[in-house]
């Protein structure tokens, strides 16, 4: 095998402060099978062009913050082996659907707003009181929500939400799939509540069951089944409201 | 910031990965199911109109253009039925403890067994 | 954000997909294909046949109930549809043809199967 193989990264460059337009650069990185887009990204960071900006830390899909688009499709890039595109060369952007700050990093605000919309934390009342001890939980109680609270917030799931990108009420899938992991949590009294933001505008009824945030989520969620079982929820909880307009909001869970 | 890159989605965006095009093609489904009921209401209302009326309109139906378009209604129907199904256990998990129901089985218990049980049931009913 | 109608119309939408994913691809073979096959003779006696079973009582409720969900599941989907197409500001003028329509459908389908 020749030593000097090698690839070729067309990433997005978008600096704010000389950039009024996005543009690509090519470089051009060894290729090793061993190296994933990540490694090929910091490669040129650190030999090639200390301007280029991205965010990344575990470097082993726990972390949540090296989500990119490649090849159009949205992927941890410490998870996309440059093998799977060698030698075509492979195209890097930012994550769709979420403003750009530079470079390859986008914007987080819209998304914190959102995951915090949804109360994701145990709500009840008692919440400090450890008289009682524990609030235990069986093990068919953790498997009622278990799968939906693996959740990295890595936020491919926007990417590939093409509501998420028109429709700005829309908490969208990672945010409804934490509150819906927080209304199957047996311990928790807070579904009201919560049931109360979903059930606004197009919080939830915005998506239309496209399915691809659950095609794309690298720790196998799937919010779209989530989303798709917190409306029947969020349907029996307006049906119920609707048939006793008062008081409706004291019976949570 | 003021400086933030707003990237607009465009409006073709369904044509951007694969599982967009068979979303796409799901929800059309809407508009043949639709036009296929309005034929039936029409159908209905033939026989409401006596028997001549009714040979009349199964005549009608019985020429190709018709077939072609029952053809796509019917294409367009299973599509929903085979999509709604693959749904259903997405939307609808069966616990069993610990567990769930396999999404496979659980699609032919809540899905294409009583899809097969119904259709059984009216094309006997209407053959027999 | 004000409280949204969205729950009753998919409530509807989701009755309804069950409704049609169950019995219009049998309907569409009955209607589109078994009705008007053959030669006159053995169409006139499967219409006879079709018109006895759809003049039984609890057959016509089965009816009306799947033609009526069903409408109301493709005027949600086809609303919702426009509006991931760009059609998303007009999502409240979208209801009047959408679920207008699908309860034209639905009075029109009572109309019949009453008279019938």
Redesign the interface.
């Known amino acids: 095998m020749p030593a000097e193989q090698t690839m070729t990264l067309e990433i997005f460059r978008y600096h704010p402060e000389t950039d009024s337009e996005p543009r690509f650069q090519a470089y051009e990185v060894p290729y090793d099978e061993d190296w994933v887009v990540l490694d090929a990204i910091n490669w040129i960071k650190d030999h090639v062009d200390g301007t280029l900006t991205h965010r990344w830390s575990c470097r082993m899909g726990v972390c949540g913050s090296c989500g990119m688009m490649v090849n159009g499709d949205p992927k941890l890039t410490c998870a996309a082996f440059l093998k799977d595109y060698y030698p075509r060369p492979v195209k890097v952007e930012p994550l769709v659907n979420f403003p750009v700050e530079r470079d390859l990093v986008v914007s987080l605000d819209g998304f914190m707003e959102k995951l915090e919309a949804v109360k994701p934390y145990i709500i009840r009342d008692d919440v400090n009181d450890t008289s009682g001890g524990e609030y235990l939980q069986s093990p068919a109680e953790l498997a009622r929500y278990k799968q939906y609270s693996m959740c990295i917030n890595c936020m491919l799931c926007y990417a590939a939400c093409p509501v998420a990108g028109h429709e700005d009420e829309f908490l969208g899938p990672a945010a409804l799939a934490l509150g819906h992991r927080y209304n199957r949590d047996s311990r928790d009294r807070g579904r009201a509540e919560r049931l109360d933001v979903m059930l606004a505008g197009e919080a939830i009824w915005g998506c239309t069951f496209v399915g691809e945030c659950t095609a794309v989520c690298p720790k196998h969620v799937d919010p779209a089944g989530a989303i798709q079982q917190a409306k029947a929820v969020a349907a029996q909880e307006y049906f119920r409201r609707f048939a006793m307009p008062r008081g409706a909001k004291d019976a949570g869970a | 910031?003021?400086?933030?890159?707003?990237?607009p989605?465009r409006?073709a965006?369904?044509l951007?990965?694969p599982?967009?095009l068979l979303?796409?093609a799901r929800?059309?489904?809407?508009?043949f199911?639709?036009g296929?009921?309005?034929?039936?209401?029409v159908?209905?209302?033939r026989?409401?109109g006596g028997?001549t009326a009714?040979?009349e309109w199964?005549?009608t139906?019985?020429t190709p253009g018709?077939?072609v378009?029952?053809?796509v209604?019917?294409a367009a129907?299973?599509w929903?039925?085979v999509t709604?199904?693959a749904?259903v256990p997405?939307?609808?998990?069966i616990?069993l403890?610990?567990?769930?129901l396999p999404a496979p089985l659980a699609a032919v218990v809540m899905?294409y067994g009583?899809?097969l049980t119904?259709?059984t049931i009216?094309?006997w009913?209407?053959?027999? | 954000m004000k409280r949204s109608s969205e729950a009753f119309w998919w409530a509807l939408f989701s009755a309804g997909g069950v409704m049609a994913a169950l019995f219009v691809p049998a309907f569409v073979i009955v209607t589109g294909f078994l009705l008007p096959s053959g030669d006159a003779a053995a169409a006139a006696e499967r219409a006879a046949g079709f018109a006895g079973v759809v003049g039984r009582w609890p057959v016509r409720v089965v009816l009306f109930g799947v033609i009526a969900l069903s409408f109301f599941h493709c005027g949600h989907r086809i609303r919702h549809t426009l509006m991931d197409l760009g059609l998303r500001r007009f999502s409240g003028p979208l209801k009047l043809p959408c679920y207008g329509g699908a309860l034209a459908g639905t009075v029109w389908a009572a109309m019949l199967l009453w008279a019938l």
């Open positions: 910031m003021s400086g933030r890159l707003h990237r989605q409006w965006w369904f951007e990965r599982g967009y979303f796409m929800e059309l489904t809407g508009f199911v639709a296929y009921l309005v034929v039936l209401l159908t209905l209302g026989l409401g028997e009714f040979a199964l005549q139906l019985s018709w077939t378009a029952h053809a209604a019917l129907s299973v929903h039925s709604w199904f749904a997405q939307a609808m998990p616990q403890g610990e567990k769930r899905g009583p899809w119904v259709t009216i094309v009913g209407v053959l027999r």
